[in-house]
């Protein structure tokens, strides 16, 4: 048993596993972390209220991407000349740049037309939206490249510092303070990232961006843009279902709170899926099927054991703890059973990148949606806000099974 733990801690040693999982979790996990810290701090109502915030931001977030992200890490692993890599991620910066402009003038349009208290928020992120796609692209380009292991440890101590800085601004002015702490810490990752990248910069005098590749990037990026925020949207639908319902926003914090919590339980295995997508991409093609079977496996058997303790974990907050947030325990007992489907999206999302089946999986996805939002508004009038998690456990067998099928 000691000769195999041994082994096992070696072979991760070499590999760049434990630096992606503290990239990815440090650029994606921050506000997840920060989210739940808050609730130590402000009350249900101004929780909800960043909930339905940090809802429509994650998805203006990925369309304003245009799928940038997943086609860099993609194009930057088929390729091994650094002034190729640089060009692809070129191209991600004039597809995002496109994509925030597009984005964030809608943000403020759609603010001044309904003023809303909620999208007036969101048009005040616009800086945000712009500081996230950079960061995101920059740590796909280092993934690609298999450079992650540079830029994991000063990024996990920014990715504490910007936790840190979040919560003391929320103390001190709170939903505003939040918005502010937001922006400082993104803009702080970006710097260092640019920092330790900066010899990127020698290759600029050598590239060659056409109209004619730019546009061909950007269609694909719009194609798998268009699946990745319709998966987002999925994953967000109950929030942004309840939100449209005009639910208190006290109980939009509790549905928000374990929706949260599912996505902080299923953030190792979407770190795990980021792994190995450039690992299959640059593999064999007669060696992918069998790679993609076992790691199929994997994040199944994961998936049950994370719905186990999560599940558990929330059957005990239901029956011992008296708190604010006793349905959000309840409604994270039926989202527990959502995860080992979840792990499974994961894992053909990874396959529909490598393949860039974008058209399918959207498809896919739309109809999840469909079935959250229309489910979710008829059980809701049954069985309050336990009747949108439950249309969320709907949508994810749903798409399990159209998926497997295909």
């Not at 992606?20 to 506000?31: H, L, R």
């Not at 400082?184 to 990232?193: D, I, R």
């Not at 914090?253 to 953030?267: H, P, W």
């Given at each position: 048993?000691?000769k ?7 072979r ?8 992606v ?5 440090s ?44 086609l ?26 496109l ?22 928020l969101?048009?005040?992120?616009a ?11 920059v740590?796909?380009?280092a993934?690609g ?19 840190c ?8 002015w709170?939903?505003?303070g ?11 990752m ?10 990127i910069?020698?290759f600029?005098?050598?590239l060659?961006?056409?109209p004619?590749?730019?546009?061909n ?26 939100t449209?319902?005009?639910?208190p926003t ?18 190792p295995?979407a770190v795990a ?10 593999s ?13 496996k ?16 929330a059957l ?25 489907f ?13 393949k ?7 498809i ?7 079935v959250?939002?229309?489910v ?12 949108v ?11 399990y ?6």
């Amino acid at each position: 048993m000691r000769k195999k733990l041994s082994d096992m801690f070696f072979r991760l040693n070499g590999s760049d596993l434990i630096p992606v999982f503290f990239v990815i979790a440090s650029v994606q996990g921050t506000v997840i972390i920060s989210q739940f810290l808050a609730t130590f701090i402000l009350t249900p109502k101004e929780m909800g209220v960043i909930r339905s915030l940090e809802s429509i931001l994650s998805i203006l977030i990925l369309v304003a991407g245009i799928g940038a992200q997943s086609l860099v890490i993609r194009d930057v692993a088929l390729t091994a000349q650094p002034s190729k890599q640089v060009e692809v991620l070129s191209h991600g910066l004039l597809a995002i740049g496109l994509g925030c402009i597009l984005s964030i003038s809608v943000a403020w349009g759609v603010s001044w037309l309904l003023d809303s208290k909620i999208l007036m928020l969101v048009a005040a992120c616009a800086g945000l939206i712009a500081l996230s796609n950079v960061v995101r692209l920059v740590t796909a380009y280092a993934h690609g490249a298999r450079r992650v292991r540079y830029i994991f440890i000063p990024v996990t101590a920014l990715s504490g510092f910007s936790v840190c800085l979040i919560l003391v601004c929320t103390f001190f002015w709170g939903v505003q303070g939040w918005i502010v702490g937001r922006h400082l810490g993104e803009l702080l990752m970006l710097l260092a990232l640019l920092k330790l990248f900066w010899e990127i910069f020698k290759f600029s005098k050598h590239l060659h961006i056409t109209p004619s590749s730019t546009y061909n990037f950007l269609k694909r990026g719009l194609l798998c843009n268009v699946s990745l925020a319709l998966r987002m949207c999925a994953d967000v639908m109950p929030i942004l279902l309840v939100t449209a319902l005009k639910v208190p926003t006290d109980f939009i914090a509790q549905i928000g709170m374990s929706v949260l919590a599912t996505q902080l339980v299923i953030l190792p295995l979407a770190v795990a899926a980021q792994f190995m997508l450039p690992r299959v991409i640059a593999s064999e093609h007669m060696c992918r099927a069998a790679i993609e079977l076992k790691f199929r496996k994997r994040m199944f058997f994961f998936g049950v054991i994370g719905a186990s303790l999560f599940g558990i974990t929330a059957l005990l907050g239901t029956w011992m703890l008296q708190s604010d947030y006793d349905i959000a325990f309840q409604c994270g007992v039926v989202l527990a059973f959502t995860l080992p489907f979840r792990a499974l999206i994961l894992v053909y999302g990874n396959h529909a990148v490598v393949k860039s089946s974008y058209k399918l999986t959207a498809i896919v996805n739309l109809i999840e949606c469909v079935v959250i939002f229309v489910v979710g508004s008829f059980l809701y009038s049954q069985w309050g806000i336990l009747g949108v998690a439950a249309a969320c456990l709907i949508g994810a067998v749903i798409t399990y099974v159209w998926l497997r099928n295909v």
